[in-house]
Structures are given as structure tokens and as C-alpha cells.
């Protein structure tokens, strides 16, 4: 039983492209997050919706669109693809936001702008 | 603002060595501390974590203290073994306004573990 899964695994894509990457959580946890690791492995926090709620939208281009259609879900839509986009995203659950919450991740999906 | 150093790595042991990997951090308020590994391939995954000063979290072999006096969360195992190589993430939420749970996270420290 997978807690937190992400598809694809893999997403090559031209330049130019819109896409986009689905992440489901079975932990019935109410927040859900979007991380990106770059080529380096920093990984820094993009996104966190509570209860369908978005709380958290750093620095982050609007290109990329979150969505979250119910408590389990959080896609991510990339438009406009860049080369710089090239990154792991990782999606992360937890129940409750404060800082005692523990986070669980996905597998990530490694996204490669050509 | 709020931030997490960790040891530059990569950091190479023999089997059933002895692992530090020091973690020190600047927050405002008490935040919480955890550390995560993340293997070849793979997500992260929660090792351990401490919610407050002097707490200890402990998982699988792996130990850390929060030392809130010297600002520090080192990560420590008595003997390693191969099946430890991974990269391990120490990372700090300290809630701030509104409680976001947002993770800050240190760079990584990759440890490779030879026979």
C-alpha cells in the first residue's frame, strides 16, 4: 500500500510544454506540499495546501499552478516548460501544519526539459 | 531568516564505523528538528525527529539530541553498515505565523559506506 504516490515517475518534454504531475496521498492526512530538488539535491518547499486551502506559495513562477480537487489530491501544472525547470519534485503529506507534524514524500518524479 | 547547515560531504566510512554527521541551525522560536535519508532512486523518508530542547530521536541505530545551547541536531550511528549509503537530509519547521509546517531543509550529506 502506497502512502503517498506521484505520476509519472519519469517526465521528458520539450521546451515550450505544458505538463503536469498528479500526487495522491491514502494516509487521510489534510495538508499536502510540493518540494523541488534540484540537479545539486537542495530541496526547497513550493507549495502546501491545507484542507484544499493553499497556505504556502514561495518564490515560485506562475507558470506553476497548483490544484488540489479534494484533501488526497495535489497536482502540479508546469506551463510553458523551461530548461531550468529540470528538477526532482517531490510531493509530501502530513497531518496537521504545525511544526511536530511529521511530512511523509512520494517517490518523486524527475522532470527533464530538453 | 530561518536556515539548516549540515557537514559537506560526501563522507566515506568502513562497515561498523562510527557516523556523525553535524547538523546546526538558526530559528526563531522552538522549532522542531528532523532528520531524513534518501536512498538511491528513491523519496525521502522520516528518521527521526525531536519537537523540543533536549530531546532525543532515535530510528533504526540512528540517534539525535536537540541541543537548543549550541543550536545543533548531529545525527550519530555506532556502526554503520553498506545498506547506510544514502544522502541524509537534517531539516528544521518552526511554524512561524500561522503554522505552514513548511520544512527548511539543509543541503544533504551523502554517505557511502564500504565493505
Known amino acids: 500500500d502506497t502512502a503517498v504516490s506521484q505520476t509519472p515517475k519519469y517526465l521528458v518534454t520539450q521546451m515550450g510544454n505544458d505538463k503536469s504531475i498528479k500526487c495522491e496521498q491514502n494516509l487521510g492526512h489534510d495538508t499536502m506540499y510540493w518540494y523541488k530538488q534540484d540537479s545539486k539535491k537542495f530541496l526547497k518547499i513550493m507549495f502546501s495546501y491545507n484542507n484544499k486551502e493553499l497556505i504556502i506559495n514561495e518564490t515560485v513562477p506562475n507558470r506553476f499552478s497548483p490544484k488540489s480537487p479534494d484533501k488526497a489530491h495535489l497536482n502540479l501544472h508546469i506551463n510553458s516548460l523551461e530548461l531550468g525547470d529540470s528538477a526532482v519534485y517531490f510531493c509530501?503529506?502530513?497531518?496537521?501544519?504545525?511544526?511536530?507534524?511529521?511530512?511523509?514524500f512520494g517517490p518523486g518524479t524527475r522532470l527533464t526539459v530538453l | 531568516g530561518n536556515s539548516v547547515t549540515q557537514m559537506e560531504g560526501p563522507v566515506t566510512l568502513s562497515e561498523e564505523a562510527f557516523l556523525t554527521i553535524n547538523c546546526t541551525y538558526t530559528?526563531?522560536?522552538?522549532?522542531?528538528l528532523f532528520w531524513y535519508v534518501q536512498y538511491p532512486g528513491e523519496g525521502l523518508q522520516l528518521l527521526l525527529k525531536a519537537t523540543k530542547a533536549d530531546d532525543k530521536g532515535s530510528n533504526k541505530g540512528f540517534e539525535a539530541t536537540y541541543r537548543k545551547e549550541t543550536t545543533s541536531f548531529h545525527l550519530e550511528k555506532g556502526s554503520v553498515q553498506v545498506s547506510d549509503s544514502a544522502v541524509y537530509f537534517c531539516?528544521?519547521?518552526?511554524?512561524?505565523?500561522?503554522?505552514?509546517?513548511?520544512?527548511?531543509f539543509g543541503q544533504g550529506t551523502t554517505l557511502q559506506v564500504k565493505p
Open positions: 509530501a503529506s502530513s497531518q496537521g501544519r504545525q511544526p511536530f507534524s511529521s511530512q511523509y
Open positions: 531539516a528544521l519547521s518552526d511554524g512561524g505565523s500561522g503554522n505552514t509546517g513548511k520544512l527548511i
Open positions: 530559528a526563531t522560536g522552538y522549532p522542531s
